[in-house]
């Protein structure tokens, strides 16, 4: 897999698509006339304290850093933020949010570095220097904030490909886990000695099919539900 340092236009459009689907699965009027309460800087706020956890911060003792659960968090992170997007959009009354969100995301994709990428601290100083108090937002991701997130991801996951997949596989993590008894506890969550969501990524990076499908989630789930049923639950 080459080190592409950008999304694709269809990457980010795919991004966006999947993450609109996602939500509109919970509350299908979001995010124009949303009636579920969410929070998605909330949320980024606990995902990034998680993150710190998985990291190891408590100086006064003895950790082991988990750097594959630390990166996924900021997979998580992403969710919520792209959320963050769109939903800005929406209440300044844009003709298109989903387009232009996949437009700032491709933006922000351009101008990340993984060389220039900074801790939680910083990223949540930038929501806060974007933030738009007009809108009952003092937290938001604006054009800065979202480049520096895709610098801490690139910084994690080695390119902007890495960042893509991992991104679609958590997704498609989610429904193999449901379609293999994750609600009734029958889910084998250990892959032959490692956690599924390391094996996921790995087997989504060896898959460049997956890079320029115009169905990602549905080749994902396929992938990851083949691999399941011949190499784990046998």
């Not at 959009?89 to 387009?99: F, I, M, R, T, V």
């Not at 990223?123 to 604006?142: I, Q, S, V, Y």
């Not at 596989?169 to 994750?182: F, I, M, S, T």
């Amino acid at each position: 897999m080459s080190q592409d340092t950008q999304f694709s236009p269809n990457q980010a459009q795919q991004i966006v698509r999947l993450q609109t689907q996602f939500n509109q699965g919970l509350d299908a009027n979001w995010p124009h006339a949303p009636t579920l309460p969410r929070d998605d800087m909330a949320a980024v706020i606990v995902e990034l304290g998680e993150r710190y956890d998985h990291l190891g911060y408590k100086w006064w003792k003895k950790q082991t850093p988990d750097h594959e659960q630390a990166n996924m968090e900021l997979i998580d992170v992403l969710h919520f933020a792209l959320s963050d997007v769109i939903e800005v959009l929406a209440q300044e009354g844009s003709d298109n949010p989903l387009e232009r969100a996949a437009e700032k995301l491709l933006e922000a994709s351009v101008k990340a570095n993984a060389e220039h990428a900074r801790n939680a601290k910083w990223l949540l100083r930038h929501t806060a220097l974007e933030g738009r108090p007009e809108l009952d937002r003092p937290l938001c991701f604006g054009n800065e904030s979202l480049a520096q997130l895709l610098s801490m991801l690139y910084q994690a996951y080695g390119s902007a490909e890495a960042v893509y997949v991992s991104y679609v596989g958590k997704n498609a993590l989610n429904h193999v886990r449901q379609q293999r008894g994750y609600k009734d506890g029958t889910y084998i969550k250990m892959w032959q000695n490692e956690e599924d969501n390391e094996v996921m990524v790995r087997l989504l990076l060896n898959s460049d099919s997956i890079l320029n499908s115009q169905s990602p989630l549905d080749d994902a789930v396929a992938l990851l539900l083949a691999h399941y049923d011949s190499h784990v639950a046998r």
